[in-house]
Nanobody
């Protein structure tokens, strides 16, 4: 099993910055990729950014150039640095990882509990 603990959400004015962190713990063979998703009220959950263990990244077009995802493979953590925040970035942000147990070659998904990010105009 994998447990995810997120931190770093909050309230910020437009143009400000926040940093989200997610730490994975438990028993697993690999965790890959790690990423962040978000869900605004009345909208579907959407991908924000993902990163592989090799450092390859993928970003939603709406956050490119403003958000940066990074991970520490040794610590099993993934961070999301969010700069130049906009009111439309307001959402609950979820950490999500795909992980492989020792006993099985398939991949399972694990989600964090979510952290609120609110950007005021």
């Amino acid at each position: 099993q994998v447990q995810l603990v997120e931190s770093g959400g909050g309230l910020v004015q437009a143009g400000g910055s926040l940093r989200l962190s997610c730490a994975a713990s438990g028993t697993f063979f690999t965790i890959n990729p790690m990423g962040w998703y978000r869900q605004a009220p009345g909208k579907q959950r959407e991908l924000v950014a993902t990163i592989t263990s090799g450092g390859s990244t993928n970003y939603a077009d709406s956050v490119k150039g403003r958000f940066t995802i990074s991970r520490d493979n040794a610590m099993n953590t993934v961070d999301l640095q969010m700069n130049d925040l906009k009111p439309e970035d307001t959402a609950v942000y979820y950490c999500k990882v795909d992980w492989q147990p020792y006993s099985w070659s398939g991949a399972l998904a694990a989600w964090g509990q979510g952290t609120q990010v609110t950007v005021s105009s």
